[in-house]
């Protein structure tokens, strides 16, 4: 599948909120105004995946630090699964923090979401700090890439 990435663009809002709400867990789920609120945060940047037949199959958000790009939120449509959007994703994210002198990627990872983690140890993250119960009965996993 060939994937453009293009930076945050508030016309693809309601294509990544239902591919939001249609792939997280019900704890991540949002309202749409709560979606719309965080998408257009000063702080936020988001990164969208746009295949060949120009839709959008995913995107990754994250706050701006100025130093951590923190990631809030990844999801790829299931029907685009396994086919290397979220690697692209997070490949690009890697590209614009260096660009813009960001010193590491940080995310928050459910303890029982094992392909997620595996996932993120694939892509160069490593396990920092544990996060107890941060997910009603589950701690999360904080992990960080180090550019």
């Given amino acids: 599948m ?10 693809y809002y309601n294509e990544l909120y239902i591919i939001h709400n249609n792939v997280m ?6 309202t749409k105004n709560n979606f719309y ?9 988001y990164f969208v ?8 199959v995913g995107y990754v958000g994250v706050l701006d630090t100025n130093t951590d790009y923190n990631i ?22 890697k590209d614009t ?14 303890e029982t979401n094992i392909p997620a983690i595996n996932f993120y140890k694939k892509m160069g993250f490593v396990l ?4 107890k119960k941060y997910y009603k009965n589950n ?3 904080i992990m960080w890439y180090y550019l």
């Fill in 2 to 11: 060939k994937i453009k990435i293009v930076d945050n663009n508030e016309k």
């Fill in 25 to 30: 867990p019900e704890q991540d789920k949002m």
């Fill in 37 to 45: 609120d965080e998408f257009n945060r000063d702080t936020r940047k």
């Fill in 49 to 56: 995946a746009i295949n060949e037949y120009n839709k959008v």
């Fill in 72 to 93: 809030m939120g990844i999801a790829v449509k299931k029907e685009c699964f396994r086919q290397g959007v979220a690697t692209k994703l997070i490949r690009h994210l």
């Fill in 97 to 110: 923090a260096k660009d813009n002198n960001v010193l590491t990627i940080s995310l928050e990872v459910d």
């Fill in 128 to 131: 920092t700090n544990i996060r």
């Fill in 139 to 141: 701690d999360a996993l």
